[in-house]
């Protein structure tokens, strides 16, 4: 896209008064996204817990079950840079309240799916509207707030929702499995779709360029299809191995695409994905310790989740209940992020966030084979790790998306959404293969605990790394105005 291309005039004067406080209808605003984005951030996680109540009640055989997320996963993580892209082109807004409004109509398909392949279409429609979403209701968020403090509280209250939707998520699945049905896990989203649909169109401004250039299909398809072989290749792995031909195949047809992508976008004209915007070190790293931080505190979930069950024997509910206290610390981390980058830098943020992360993983290998003293440690320490992870992930969203147009906001929030969803896809295959190789296969409890062990220090020295690359490539050069990212 041009980079004079500039936001089209009706999202203009929110941003050129550039208020220092939130406004009534700021408040509204950002009342309506962050429902939709809390929604979304649970639809990740609600149905875990309900797979066996699906499988029974619909005939899944065993091995098929797998499917009700992959399902979702594929079309979420695949398609995300492509709608975020549509909607800087056709007008973000008509994006969210069209996908919205499809995410509402899968899921009563879904509540009310009779067989299993009905099941799977709605899973696939949910992973789409998802994949549209949200990148445009972060794109939303970001135009509508003026780069600075006011955005980054705007970000801080997200991040800290959808960190805690996709917690929330575990609980409210294995709640209304219990209480209700597993249909339910569905038809919650419903009310709450329909509600922001209504409300929508009265309250949030249209945002698109106002050039529009011509999609570039080529980049969309190669990006699309090695997203969609990557995220595929990954949950294969995690099913069967890293070693199977599915994964193998998924994650070698995924690679060549995404290498086809990048000499597609050295050409065209009107590239979907400029080099130039990917070769903005706030972009391009920014997008990385993204991915880390997903994969790492959605990946901790599981492995304390087999933790819990397996080796602790918890019931799935009480197990989802005991992430409540990780569900808070995000939300402090979520608030207290905007503050910590007004009175520092993103930068201390990100690397004060990481190191915060890195201690209270590390001090769950202390957790022992027996109920006596673990969770004295566990909910502590999920706590606080979940605090450290909110200021690495806020740190991320603000570093992606800052200094760049707003006509390049859809494909700034469209990384940043795929970073995100790939991050959450990625974590738990991988972790789940560490658990399989330490195990070698066993599912005593004992064996349980020391490969849910080796794997909580594979994602500690994950942290870490996200640690060190926001410290060697993320520091400020010296004389720029955006050295701290702020406004």
Not at 210 to 224: C, H, K, N, Q
Request: glycine share 12%; proline share 5%; charged share 10%.
């Amino acid at each position: 896209m041009s980079t004079t291309a500039r936001a089209a005039e009706p999202a203009a004067p929110a941003l050129e008064a550039a208020p220092q406080h939130l406004t009534g209808r700021l408040k509204l605003v950002l009342a309506v996204l962050l429902v939709a984005q809390f929604m979304l951030a649970v639809d990740f996680s609600i149905l875990n817990v309900a797979l066996p109540a699906i499988g029974d009640g619909l005939g899944f055989s065993l091995a098929d079950l797998q499917w009700i997320a992959t399902a979702f996963a594929l079309s979420a993580a695949g398609f995300t840079l492509f709608f975020g892209r549509i909607g800087d082109l056709v007008g973000r807004k008509k994006i969210f309240i069209g996908s919205l409004a499809l995410l509402g109509i899968s899921s009563l398909a879904g509540g009310l799916a009779q067989s299993p392949e009905a099941l799977l279409a709605a899973r696939v429609a949910q992973g789409l509207a998802t994949a549209a979403a949200t990148p445009a209701g972060l794109s939303l968020l970001t135009t509508s707030f003026a780069e600075g403090p006011l955005r980054q509280k705007a970000l801080g209250v997200n991040g800290a929702l959808m960190s805690a939707g996709f917690t929330t998520g575990a609980v409210l699945g294995g709640v209304l499995t219990d209480l209700l049905s597993w249909r339910w896990a569905f038809f919650i989203n419903v009310p709450v779709a329909l509600a922001v649909v209504l409300i929508a169109p009265t309250v949030i401004k249209e945002s698109r360029p106002a050039a529009r250039p011509r999609l570039d299909l080529p980049g969309a398809l190669t990006v699309t299809l090695g997203l969609l072989g990557l995220v595929y290749g990954l949950t294969q792995a995690g099913e069967y191995g890293w070693t199977h031909p599915r994964a193998l195949v998924g994650l070698g047809a995924g690679a060549v695409f995404l290498v086809a992508f990048f000499l597609v976008e050295r050409k065209v004209a009107e590239p979907l994905v400029p080099l130039r915007t990917l070769g903005r070190p706030t972009v391009a790293w920014g997008n990385a310790l993204g991915l880390l931080a997903f994969v790492t505190e959605t990946s901790l979930v599981y492995l304390l989740t087999l933790y819990l069950q397996k080796t602790l024997g918890f019931s799935p509910l009480a197990a989802g209940i005991s992430f409540g206290v990780l569900g808070i610390g995000t939300v402090v981390g979520g608030l207290a992020a905007p503050k910590v980058i007004a009175r520092t830098s993103t930068l201390t943020a990100l690397v004060a966030g990481g190191v915060v992360q890195t201690v209270f993983t590390a001090a769950l290998l202390f957790l022992g084979a027996t109920t006596g003293g673990s969770l004295a440690l566990l909910l502590p320490a999920t706590f606080f790790g979940g605090i450290g992870n909110m200021l690495v992930i806020v740190g991320f969203m603000v570093t992606a998306t800052s200094g760049l147009p707003d006509a390049e906001q859809g494909l700034a929030t469209g990384l940043a959404s795929m970073s995100q969803q790939v991050g959450i896809t990625l974590g738990t295959p991988v972790m789940s293969a560490v658990v399989t190789a330490s195990t070698a296969g066993v599912a005593t409890a004992s064996a349980v605990h020391h490969g849910v062990t080796v794997a909580i220090a594979v994602n500690a020295a994950l942290v870490l790394l996200g640690v060190a690359l926001a410290a060697l490539f993320l520091r400020p050069r010296t004389g720029t105005s955006s050295d701290r990212l702020r406004a």
